[in-house]
């Protein structure tokens, strides 16, 4: 089954997972509306596919939010599906984030998420799916990335515990691990990329399959699942692996 003839909202779809996300629905006669900051990529967007809305808007920014709510209210009522996917990282030791980039960094990946969770339960008439684009990061940690890894940990938890709550049967958290994106260019220069690697079309491949099929969590990454498993057997991968992405982070420290 495709998800198709839907109204779906993606934000972060300027590039990376946002952008597969918009590439494959466009596919099965979705009606897209389209959100990110970068205007510019927005534009690429509209002049690649042309059948799609888009909003550049500050997903930190509450007026942004605000604004996004009422063009769906404005435009199409309802939303069936709501891909929260908007997220970014700051690479670098933990000590030197700033207050501004962290506050940030919250705001977008972990406050956004929280208050579009609200919006529909609270004026959605009609059934939807929210989708939230969690990290691997929530629950193995990577040095070098200790803000984005918080921020995502905190939606983990936040989706975990609204669920402990009970009627939460519209909420569906994605875990990705590594994707070939402009992810880690944007984390900072040079930064190295964390292991193992995805491509995007597979990411994406395996989160509208499994929305498809009304799984809670989706976990793209088969290898982290079964690495996670075997951890809990033999502790002995995290250390290994750490150690690995700590001689990453030295070394880019140190040009």
């Not at 900051?37 to 939010?65: F, I, P």
């Amino acid at each position: 089954m495709k998800i198709s003839g839907k109204k779906i909202v993606v934000t972060g779809a300027a590039s990376g997972i946002g952008k597969e996300l918009v590439n494959q629905l466009l596919k099965f006669d979705n009606s897209i509306l389209a959100v990110d900051l970068n205007s510019h990529g927005l534009n690429q967007l509209k002049t690649s596919y042309g059948l799609l809305d888009n909003l550049c808007l500050d997903l930190s920014r509450k007026d942004d939010l605000d604004n996004l709510f009422v063009w769906i209210g404005d435009n199409w009522g309802s939303v069936d599906i709501f891909f929260a996917n908007a997220g970014f990282a700051e690479y670098g030791p933990w000590e030197n984030f700033g207050l501004d980039d962290l506050e940030r960094m919250m705001k977008v990946n972990t406050l956004a998420p929280m208050l579009i969770a609200q919006w529909l339960q609270q004026h959605q008439q009609e059934p939807f799916r929210l989708v939230v684009t969690a990290s691997a990061m929530s629950y193995w940690p990577v040095p070098g990335y200790a803000g984005y890894a918080a921020s995502k940990a905190a939606l983990h938890q936040f989706a975990e515990t609204i669920r402990s709550e009970g009627g939460v049967d519209w909420l569906t958290t994605v875990y990705p691990g590594s994707t070939d994106t402009a992810f880690f260019n944007h984390a900072g220069i040079n930064v190295p990329k964390a292991l193992p690697i995805q491509s995007v079309a597979s990411v994406v491949a395996r989160i509208i399959d499994g929305v498809n099929s009304g799984k809670r969590r989706i976990y793209p990454s088969r290898i982290f699942r079964i690495v996670m498993l075997l951890n809990r057997i033999l502790p002995i991968f995290k250390p290994i692996y750490f150690s690995i992405e700590r001689r990453k982070l030295r070394a880019w420290k140190g040009k």
